[in-house]
């Protein structure tokens, strides 16, 4: 049995731009940082939150990125996604939109145009994946993932699992993968659990493991509970883990499952860039000051 190490309320938001209040758990409390999460060295969380209708979308204008991947997901609002290789589009509810910055882009964020002026309920999660060294100077490229396009699993009791990145093995045996290419291991997937659905899991005891509980109250390996934003980390430790929808909860449970293989390189990071050695952070100042990560309007 994979062990539960941790189980972490989330850390007070801030603003990312205008348009996105997150609670930062990767870097975190708790040794959180890039080396215990490796491959995952950012995850912001942008719980359930009301913006009002504005004529002018919020969000986080043009900015550079070199070495890793964004992933975004939406579970309430939508986002207008746009960067200086060609990459784009909307991110409804339910979707996934992964960007390999890799040699570097412009890209910037924004609430959907629609979605801005009737304001509603908001709730998010981006994802920052390192790539490893041998891939960060590769060419960027944009992974588009509607929610109709994942691989769905479901459970015995109307719940399903869908899966973004990597495989599940269902209670048949049988396995699915997800739709997202990566360049390292990593398992991504959101489970919906109804009362009495119960999801396995089974990950290598060296990979890099969490979850957050996006909706509801869960109940990990039988024992632990989790409420509503909660962060869970697994010790490296064991391979097997459970999650189910706590009895308590009234609603039904929704969870980000995440798990990777560390690299295992040295990281070298600051602001946008995430590269190997300080040379290389040098190297990515330089080349976007001198503006060869293309152009963006703001």
């Known amino acids: 049995m994979k062990e539960v190490e941790l189980i972490l309320s989330p850390p007070e938001p801030h603003f990312v731009g205008d348009g996105f209040r997150v609670h930062n758990f990767i870097p975190g409390a708790y040794r959180l940082d890039m080396h ?18 504005s004529d002018k979308p919020k969000g986080v204008g043009v900015h550079p990125h070199r070495g890793f991947e964004t992933v975004t997901i939406a579970y309430k609002g939508k986002v207008a996604h746009h960067d200086s290789a060609g990459g784009g589009g909307i991110i409804g509810e339910g979707d996934v939109q992964w960007m390999t910055a890799a040699s570097g882009v412009l890209h910037k964020e924004y609430h959907e145009e629609e979605f801005s ?3 509603g309920e908001f709730q998010m999660v981006q994802l920052w994946v390192n790539l490893p060294s041998k891939f960060k100077m590769s060419a960027p490229k944009y992974q588009a993932i509607e929610n109709a396009k994942m691989q769905r699993v479901d459970l015995e009791k109307g719940g399903y699992i869908e899966l973004i990145a990597g495989d599940y093995t269902d209670f048949n045996g049988e396995k699915h993968q997800g739709p997202a290419s990566t360049f390292s291991p990593v398992h991504l997937s959101n489970a919906s659990l109804h009362a009495g659905d119960t999801a396995h899991y089974s990950f290598p005891a060296h990979y890099n493991t969490a979850i957050v509980v996006i909706e509801g109250e869960i109940i990990v390996n039988q024992e632990f509970v989790a409420p509503t934003d909660n962060f869970v980390l697994f010790a490296n430790k064991g391979e097997e883990f459970t999650i189910e929808k706590s009895p308590e909860s009234v609603e039904n449970a929704k969870v980000l499952v995440l798990s990777g293989e560390p ?7 600051h602001g946008p860039f995430v590269m190997n050695t300080r040379q290389e952070l040098v190297q990515a100042f330089n080349d976007f000051n001198d503006g060869k990560f293309g152009f963006l309007e703001d």
């Open 36 to 53: 215990r999460m490796d491959p995952f060295i950012m995850l912001d969380y942008n719980s359930k939150h009301i913006f009002p209708p």
């Open 117 to 119: 002026k009737t304001g």
């Open 263 to 269: 690299l295992r390189e040295p990281i070298a990071a």
